[in-house]
């Protein structure tokens, strides 16, 4: 009877502890950060990997679940297929990522290129690069037009875009001052995975001055109230 109550008492305790993985920015001790989001498309979850290398090239790696991943699980992810390209050297690359509170586990496992090789090894979950502090938070853009019909730019806790269509994901926040921030964000150009810096400023005039850095100028907005 105590054995069985033993028994009980693990498996209990093991399911009480299994908890869905920390989506958000995992660091090494290098210039090398895994990005970790999901979405919800037909009864799945879908997982995306943007393996973002801050002096070197990047990848992107995704997985498809019929429940959220766990802490403390191995899951295979894979190189989709663009449709930009004709050839894809590293296609049907297979990385395998070993979840455990609030770290991942990077391992290659067949088809990859030195790219996808250069994540192996172990990646710590940190909340300062992945949540942007809420007063930065907001969007901005021509205010008059119906909220559903304007595609303004914007910054949320954890996604952005400098101009209301190319998007980010928020994979580094580096505060310059009370009201200048650069968000470093992850994105797909054409295929390619690429990261870029944007300036935030608040100006006196409660207008936003945004400056991405692949643009010589920068845009000033008014910021929305809805």
Request: glycine letters at 6%; proline letters at 4%.
């Amino acid at each position: 009877m105590l054995k069985r109550a033993l028994v009980l008492f693990f498996i209990l305790s093991s399911t009480a502890m299994a908890a869905p993985v920390v989506e958000g920015v995992y660091v090494s001790g290098t210039n090398k950060r895994v990005h970790l989001s999901s979405f919800e498309y037909e009864g799945a979850k879908h997982y995306e990997l943007f393996l973002a290398n801050m002096i070197g090239d990047s990848s992107f790696v995704t997985a498809s679940k019929a429940k959220p991943i766990q802490d403390n699980s191995t899951v295979v992810f894979k190189v989709p297929e663009s449709g930009y390209l004709d050839y894809q050297s590293n296609l049907g690359c297979r990385v395998e990522a070993s979840f455990s509170p609030n770290e991942i586990q990077l391992k290659n496992l067949s088809n990859c290129t030195s790219t996808e090789r250069a994540f192996n090894g172990s990646y710590v979950y940190s909340k300062k690069s992945s949540i942007v502090p809420k007063k930065y938070q907001g969007s901005w853009g021509d205010c008059d037009l119906p909220k559903a019909i304007r595609e303004p730019a914007f910054l949320s806790d954890s996604k952005g875009s400098s101009n209301g269509t190319q998007r980010f994901d928020v994979i580094k926040v580096d505060p310059i001052s009370s009201n200048e921030l650069n968000v470093i964000g992850a994105f797909y150009y054409e295929a390619d995975p690429v990261i870029h810096t944007i300036n935030y400023k608040y100006l006196s005039d409660k207008s936003v001055s945004i400056k991405a850095d692949w643009d010589d100028s920068s845009s000033n907005y008014k910021k929305c109230r809805d």
